[in-house]
């Protein structure tokens, strides 16, 4: 039977550079583990030379190593140069509010940053000679930026964005599945399968026409070489 050493150990979050993510992550690692609460409160240590007594002290000091810990943490997921910008390390909780202050941003930032991303959304076009797995990353980067900005991004609205903004020579695909689908209940990777079909289809036809004016060409040049050849007799 599985006891709790055999689990596999949770990673400890990494910054990247994107507060909300990370913070969400990070978040969830000390819930797990139970320390959340010395990074939400904190915990005061009383004034030198205060009488304590024999159970407070102990409490303190469970308090003390618990904090030690989380700060461990902390430190692993904080990269060095950051962590020499934060001037104050006592506790694990003025860690934690130095980082959200320097990393979260104000609302004006924010709203300004999801501005941007919108005008982004909206004038985004499918390149020519780009893919549809390429498309759809790309859309998805931009769509997931918002959602992590506070913006209530759908699915639907997702899916309408593609539809009207793929390339001409996906016309008649999008012209069907608007046509014998509820687009209100078309699913992101539904679509994706279904314009991956046809991308499929045009490439092979692409190939066959291809390789059909190959042979013509062929046939053409090998006609006029017996020609000459049948001259010159």
């Known amino acids: ?20 993510h990370w913070s969400m992550l990070m978040e969830n690692f000390l819930r797990s583990k ?13 004034e030198s030379g205060a009488t304590m007594t024999e159970a407070q002290q102990r ?5 003390s ?6 700060k461990n943490y902390l430190f692993q997921a904080i990269d060095r140069t950051i962590l020499e910008t934060i001037l104050k390390k006592d ?19 924010k709203r300004s940053q999801l501005q941007a991303l919108r005008r982004d959304f909206e004038t985004l076009q499918m390149k020519q000679g780009e893919s549809v797995n390429e498309y759809f990353s790309r859309t998805m980067a931009i769509a997931n930026k918002m959602r992590l900005q506070g913006d209530s991004m759908t699915d639907v ?5 593609i539809l009207r903004s793929m390339t001409p020579k996906f016309d008649y695909i999008v012209c069907s599945i608007e046509e014998s689908n509820d687009v209100d209940e078309l699913s992101i990777d539904e679509l994706q399968s279904s314009l991956l079909v046809h991308e499929q289809k045009l490439n092979r036809s692409s190939t066959t026409t291809e390789e059909q004016a190959l042979n013509v060409s ?9 020609g000459r050849g049948q001259g010159r007799d």
């Not at 409490?59 to 308090?63: I, P, R, V, Y």
């Not at 062929?218 to 017996?226: G, L």
């Open 1 to 20: 039977m599985a006891t709790d050493n055999n689990f596999v150990q949770l990673a400890i979050p990494r910054f990247d550079g994107h507060y909300d």
């Open 157 to 161: 609205t997702i899916v309408e964005k």
């Open 59 to 63: 409490k303190l000091d469970e308090l």
């Open 34 to 46: 139970e320390y959340w609460s010395l990074v939400e409160t904190g915990f005061v240590e009383p």
């Open 218 to 226: 062929t046939f053409a040049e090998s006609s006029s070489s017996r």
């Open 65 to 70: 190593l618990k904090d030690l810990k989380v």
């Open 91 to 109: 506790t694990s909780k003025e860690i934690w509010d130095s980082m959200k202050k320097k990393y979260k941003g104000s609302v004006k930032v």
